[in-house]
C-alpha cells in the first residue's frame, strides 16, 4: 500500500520540491501551508509520516505537534532554520522522531524518511505479533531494576507501584538499559538498536528520549540516581539503587 506523507512549510517552493522527491520515490504527498491547515489535512488523511517546518505563520511547527500528539503517534521530522540546540531539544521532547536543519540535501531527508518509515513498521509488526500472541515470548516477562518493573509482553511499566505510560521509543531504550541494569551501554549501541543502523542524525535525539525517561522514573529528574551518564561512553541504569 502506498505511503502517505505530509509535507507541512510556509515556502510553496520548499513544498513543490519535496513533494516531486517524494513521489519519485512511490510516495503520495498532501501539503499544508501552516499548522492550522496542517491539523485538518492530518486528520482527514491520517498521513504515515509528517515532515514538519518548525517556524511558520498562523500556528508553528511546535504548536502543531503540542495539538495532534494528542490524537495521534504519526511520526514526525522536523525542519527548522533555527541552529539553536534549544529549537531541536524542545521538537524532540514535543515527541519529533528526527530533524533537519534548514538548508538541507534532499538526498538526507529521503533517508530519514526511509529510515522513520522502517522503524515504524518494524514496531508494528512486534506490537502486531505480541497482540496477536504469534512471536515468540517469554510468558509473563518482568524486568525488575530498583523501584522499576517493566512486563515486557504487556507493555507496561510501573515506578514504585504506579503505572506510568510510555511512547514506543521510551519503552524500547528503557527495556534495553533494564536488561543491562549495571553494565554500560555506549551510545552507538544504544542508538543501533532504538534508531537502527542507518540513523543518520546525531546523538542528541538519544540525550532527548533519556531525558524523558528519567522525567518518568527518577525522583530527581536533575540528580538522577537511575539513568546514569556515563562520561565519554554512554549510559547504563543503576542496579544497586532502591527507591
Not at 519529533?96 to 536543519?101: E, F, I, N, S
Not at 536533575?222 to 543503576?238: C, Q
Amino acid at each position: 500500500m502506498t505511503q502517505t506523507i505530509l509535507v507541512v512549510d510556509d515556502e510553496a517552493k520548499l513544498r513543490d520540491m519535496i513533494r516531486v522527491y517524494l513521489e519519485q520515490e512511490g510516495y503520495r504527498v498532501v501539503e499544508a501551508g501552516h499548522g492550522r491547515e496542517a491539523l485538518y489535512v492530518a486528520r482527514v488523511e491520517k498521513p504515515d509520516l509528517i515532515i514538519l517546518d518548525l517556524m511558520m505563520p498562523e500556528m508553528s511547527g511546535t504548536e502543531f505537534m503540542r495539538a495532534f500528539s494528542k490524537e495521534a503517534e504519526t511520526p514526525v521530522i522536523m525542519l527548522t532554520a533555527k541552529v539553536e540546540d534549544q529549537d531541536k531539544i524542545l521538537g524532540l521532547e514535543l515527541g519529533a522522531d528526527d530533524y533537519l536543519t534548514k538548508p538541507f540535501n534532499v538526498r538526507e531527508l529521503l533517508a530519514r524518511v526511509r529510515a522513520v518509515l522502517r522503524r515504524r513498521e518494524a514496531a508494528s509488526v512486534v506490537v502486531g505479533a505480541a497482540a496477536g500472541g504469534s512471536l515468540d515470548l517469554a510468558d509473563d516477562e518482568l524486568l525488575v531494576a530498583g523501584p522499576v518493573q517493566m512486563d515486557v509482553e504487556r507493555h507496561t511499566v510501573r515506578v514504585r507501584g504506579e503505572l506510568v505510560a510510555f511512547p514506543l521509543k521510551e519503552f524500547e531504550l528503557l527495556e534495553m538499559l533494564l536488561r543491562n541494569a549495571g553494565r554500560v551501554l555506549t551510545r552507538g549501541q544504544l542508538i543501533d538498536r532504538i534508531w537502527g543502523s542507518d540513523y543518520v542524525g546525531d546523538t542528541k535525539t538519544l540525550d532527548v528520549h533519556v531525558k524523558r525517561i528519567r522525567a518518568r522514573i527518577e525522583v530527581d529528574a536533575g540528580n538522577p540516581a537511575l539513568v546514569l551518564t556515563v562520561r565519554g561512553l554512554g549510559y547504563k541504569f543503576a542496579d544497586d539503587v532502591e527507591q
